[in-house]
């Protein structure tokens, strides 16, 4: 029998476990507090706290990046079904206290959830006073079983994808973009091909990326060895490393363009490395004029994304 009485987690809330959901998924305090519109300090003392009261380490720092302990991914399950139940409550709880009758379920995948989907969302219910929503960020398996069971009305995804429950369809037929600082070399070409990057610091995709195989491909085709630094699937993570001086990555364009105000610039890379973003809606169900509108919306916002 496990001693419970020996984690006392009164004293821990929704708040520290949002932390440390956040830090797990874009492997970065600063990059967490960005996605949770806090401060870093703040995520940085409600991860200290919750560490506290377990009693073991949550993440090490490594390589530019928080990593996660394999206690931490051991919890990380548990806490992502309790996670989910504990806001559809809140949410619930809010729209009978507000007498709110339309509602918003999304989740989504890191790249589309860093800034465009946050900002767009935003704009969107300006627009509409009386919708609410709630966003979740989650990987691209969970999302689809998450959506299949209607816990969301709406999941961003990267494709191809084949879950029984939900339908899908082609959000964005994005391409790769080659993200780097300014003062790079490659920053005067227009179109960056897999023989410039030969020799290079580059920070590669990871081998859990969906984008992994093609790069790959389009690289070996080449000849093309790139001198990888730091190897990561989260496009955040590889953008986050590149502002800080290490190479340049291969990325989608929606998170290339959330990095501008770090003092990235991207340009073209030839061949396309494709970045498939599709939208999931659960099977069966009977799709609200909110979310038709909310995706027709969506599909014109993403066209400002699109490289000039």
């Given at each position: 029998m496990l001693a419970l009485e020996s984690f006392d987690l009164?004293?821990?809330?929704?708040?520290?476990?949002?932390?440390?959901?956040?830090?797990?998924?874009?492997?970065?305090?600063?990059?967490?507090?960005?996605?949770?519109?806090?401060?870093?300090?703040?995520?940085?003392?409600?991860?200290?706290?919750l560490q506290e009261r377990l009693g073991f380490a949550l993440f090490t720092r490594a390589d530019g990046r928080s990593w996660p302990t394999a206690e931490a991914l051991a919890l990380h399950d548990e806490v992502e079904r309790s996670f989910v139940g504990l806001e559809r409550i809140a949410e619930r709880a809010a729209q009978i206290k507000e007498q709110r009758v339309e509602q918003l379920r999304i989740v989504s995948m890191p790249a589309l959830a860093h800034q465009f989907l946050p900002a767009a969302l935003a704009r969107f219910l300006k627009q509409?006073?009386?919708?609410?929503?709630?966003?979740?960020?989650?990987?691209?398996?969970?999302?689809?079983s998450w959506v299949s069971t209607r816990q969301f009305d709406i999941g961003f995804a990267m494709l191809p994808m084949e879950k029984p429950g939900v339908d899908i369809e082609l959000f964005d037929p994005a391409i790769g973009v080659c993200v780097m600082l300014p003062d790079h070399p490659l920053a005067a070409r227009d179109v960056i091909t897999p023989r410039d990057l030969h020799g290079l610091a580059f920070v590669g995709k990871g081998r859990d990326s969906f984008a992994h195989l093609p790069l790959q491909r389009a690289l070996d085709d080449a000849g093309s060895v790139p001198d990888i630094r730091v190897d990561t699937p989260i496009a955040a993570v590889a953008c986050e490393l590149v502002a800080n001086g290490v190479g340049v990555t291969?990325?989608?364009?929606?998170?290339?363009?959330?990095?501008?105000?770090?003092?990235?610039?991207?340009?073209r890379f030839e061949p396309d490395v494709p970045y498939n973003f599709g939208v999931l809606f659960p099977s069966h169900s009977q799709r609200t004029e909110l979310v038709e509108e909310f995706i027709r919306f969506l599909r014109a916002e993403s066209l400002n994304c699109r490289p000039a």
């Open positions: 009164t004293q821990i809330g929704h708040k520290h476990w949002e932390a440390f959901n956040a830090v797990l998924h874009v492997g970065s305090f600063t990059q967490a507090a960005r996605l949770l519109r806090t401060s870093q300090p703040s995520i940085s003392r409600l991860l200290k706290e509409h006073r009386g919708v609410a929503a709630a966003l979740q960020v989650q990987r691209s398996e969970t999302i689809a291969i990325t989608d364009r929606f998170t290339a363009n959330a990095f501008t105000s770090r003092g990235l610039i991207s340009r």
